[in-house]
């Protein structure tokens, strides 16, 4: 099992939609948990830390379940400018975070 | 404040060649990271700098690889005798601290070719 899952897509979607994606860790001594945002032919730009409680940043919202070992990222009224590869990051004390190979976002118009 | 930048944006070699690229990270990180990235590829780990000192060298490919950084400022990956399967987007990214684990900051990359 790979340290870090996520499902590749493309997850194609309308404007204004909802749309959530889901990565798994099989570390259960992970600490830290991030997404990170990448355009294309572009490097990655941190999105957003994710927390225990769950946190929120305007359209976007991260979750944390240690329980079932993911955690997920949902995007409301999604923007044509919302198009990306989504990379989970996660880290389990060490000094090398492990990440995801990403999501891959398409919002039409 | 200035982010992390890389050179050259851009690099085409032929077959066999040495081929040098630059990282300066952002000034105060102590951690820096070097990641390859292929086309169409999830990011693979290289390299990584604590201070100048690299604790962690399991993820060059090969020999030919090596990386140094001098007054914990700009790194340097080199790779020699260069191969085709080496054409990929060479990452560097800094942490400020690297406890706080996956808070980097990437440059825009290199863009490696061989020919």
């Known amino acids: 099992r790979k340290e870090v899952e996520q499902d590749p897509g493309p997850f194609n979607v309308p404007e204004g939609a909802t749309v959530a994606f889901n990565c798994t860790y099989s570390?259960?001594?992970?600490?830290?948990f991030f997404w990170y945002r990448q355009d294309c032919r572009k490097e990655p730009k941190l999105l957003m830390s994710?927390?225990?409680s769950g946190n929120e940043d305007g359209r976007f919202t991260a979750q944390l379940n240690r329980a079932s070992q993911y955690i997920s990222l949902l995007i409301r009224d999604s923007k044509l400018s919302d198009s990306a590869t989504y990379l989970c990051?996660?880290?389990?004390?060490?000094?090398?975070?492990?990440f995801g190979r990403g999501t891959s976002l398409i919002v039409h118009p | 404040g200035a982010g992390v930048s890389q050179s050259p944006s851009n690099k085409v070699t032929e077959k066999g060649k040495d081929v040098e690229l630059r990282c300066d990270p952002i000034?105060?990180?102590?951690?820096l990271y070097w990641y390859r990235q292929r086309l169409g590829q999830g990011l693979e780990f290289l390299i990584y700098?604590?201070?100048?000192?690299?604790?962690?060298k399991s993820g060059l490919p090969s020999d030919r690889f090596s990386a140094e950084r001098t007054g914990e400022s700009v790194s340097t990956l080199t790779i020699q005798r260069t191969q085709q399967e080496d054409s990929a987007v060479y990452l560097c990214?800094?942490?400020?601290?690297?406890?706080?684990?996956?808070?980097?900051?990437f440059g825009p990359g290199t863009r490696l070719t061989v020919l």
């Open positions: 994710v927390y225990s």
């Open positions: 570390n259960s001594a992970s600490q830290s």
């Open positions: 000034s105060g990180h102590t951690a």
């Open positions: 990214a800094s942490s400020r601290d690297p406890l706080a684990g996956g808070e980097q900051f």
């Open positions: 990051v996660v880290n389990t004390g060490s000094y090398i975070p492990t």
């Open positions: 700098f604590q201070g100048n000192s690299a604790p962690d």
